[in-house]
């Protein structure tokens, strides 16, 4: 008889596929609205800020348009920890509103079988975020710093770095110079094995400089142990030579390719290559780390929006207690920039400061549906 019980008491403990594709199917609804409607908001916003930031560049409505859709995915990617949790708080609340939750837990489902259907859809969005969205945004980004810094800075020096060293190119009074040196000193731009090409007059070539060794000073590089060649002269050296620049070291490290206009697929390969050059990779190992932990910072935003939109209707308060779960979550975004700040300056560890966040959501959130359920 205890065996025979125990059977049909063990199926009321599983939770059916279908319920299983039921709350998967609203809460990816929820979802996309809120993707729709935040996207929609975001690009407009845009638009204002890069109509009121191009007023005086002489810039046309069709480039202002294709500037704000070059910046809206990772402008995206950057609220959907947001996303996640509203949609899981609208999921959770409709599901307590017309009872399908008390119906559930009555035939014997826990709240944690309840929300595996939610934390595997969220984990799966963090999942094509990381591999799918960062991607798509990290080369429409690149494209939108470019078009920036045309029309809104006019830069005119371009500086990367591959596995055949640094590349920097320059502009100055008498034309431009490409700079190609194999290695930095760590700690001070000092460049090793220097090649410069000049160039004036719509890309006429001047000369080539053969260095061992530039150093950058206050508006001019100094180059030692310098061989000057000219087309059909002898080349000439000199041990000191010095070439005019604009560039500083804020500059040339403002230069960068930023983390985010680096495929997450690209950035273990970026960071390499940054440290063989002799340059930090600090932003961009911090980014790499960030971007492996979204995952479980999506899966903590349904524990809280568990915490405060499960709550059964009859408790009362229901819009303080969903408004406490908003405000709960803005609060861990900005404790996990203000972490991320810390870890750009080098004052903590980047896997703590990458991880901590999402570790201290999810954390937090097991112990208050914990007290919810059990306590």
């Known amino acids: 008889?205890?065996?025979?019980?125990?059977?049909?008491?063990m199926r009321r403990l599983r939770l059916s596929p279908t319920l299983t594709k039921y709350i998967a199917r609203q809460f990816f609804f929820w979802f996309g609205s809120f993707v729709f409607a935040i996207v929609g908001i975001i690009f407009l916003a845009t638009v204002v800020d890069l109509i009121d930031r191009l007023a005086t560049k002489n810039v046309s409505l069709a480039v202002t348009?294709?500037?704000a859709f070059l910046k809206l995915p990772h402008l995206s990617q950057e609220v959907m920890a947001f996303t996640v949790l509203f949609a899981a708080m609208t999921t959770f609340w409709r599901l307590t509103r017309s009872h399908e939750l008390v119906v559930a837990r009555a035939a014997g489902v826990s709240v944690w079988q309840f929300l595996l259907p939610v934390l595997g859809s969220a984990l799966l969005v963090g999942f094509l975020t990381v591999t799918a969205l960062n991607p798509l945004a990290s080369i429409l980004l690149s494209r939108f710093e470019r078009l920036e810094a045309n029309y809104v800075r006019n830069?005119?020096?371009?500086?990367?770095?591959s596995k055949t060293g640094l590349w920097l190119r320059q502009a100055d009074s008498d034309g431009q110079s490409v700079i190609h040196a194999s290695r930095v000193s760590s700690?001070?731009?000092?460049?090793?094995?220097?090649?410069?090409?000049r160039y004036a007059d719509q890309d006429r070539f001047v000369n080539r400089i053969d260095a061992e060794r530039a150093q950058l000073q206050d508006r001019y590089w100094r180059l030692y142990e310098a061989w000057v060649s000219r087309p059909g002269e002898a080349s000439?050296?000199?041990?000191?030579?010095?070439l005019p620049t604009e560039l500083t070291v804020d500059k040339i490290q403002e230069s960068f390719a930023p983390p985010e206009t680096?495929?997450?697929?690209?950035?273990?390969?970026f960071i390499e290559i940054m440290d063989a050059a002799g340059f930090s990779a600090l932003p961009h190992r911090l980014q790499l780390h960030r971007l492996l932990a979204l995952p479980m910072l999506f899966a903590a935003m349904v524990l809280l929006a568990a915490t405060f939109s499960m709550r059964p209707q009859r408790r009362g308060r229901v819009g303080l207690i969903i408004m406490a779960g908003l405000l709960?979550?803005?609060?861990?975004?900005?404790?996990?920039?203000?972490?991320?700040?810390?870890?750009?300056?080098?004052?903590?560890?980047?896997?703590?400061?990458?991880?901590?966040?999402?570790?201290v959501s999810l954390m937090l959130g097991v112990a208050m549906l914990l007290h919810l359920e059990d306590g």
Request: charged share 5%; hydrophobic share 55%.
């Open 328 to 359: 709960t979550g803005f609060l861990l975004y900005f404790m996990s920039n203000f972490v991320f700040a810390i870890g750009l300056s080098g004052t903590i560890p980047v896997v703590l400061a990458a991880w901590t966040p999402a570790g």
């Open 187 to 197: 700690g001070s731009v000092l460049l090793h094995n220097v090649i410069v090409f």
């Open 236 to 242: 000439v050296f000199h041990e000191t030579l010095d």
């Open 65 to 67: 348009l294709e500037m």
């Open 262 to 269: 680096i495929s997450f697929w690209n950035l273990p390969e």
């Open 1 to 9: 008889m205890s065996s025979a019980a125990s059977v049909p008491a």
């Open 155 to 161: 830069e005119s020096s371009f500086l990367a770095v």
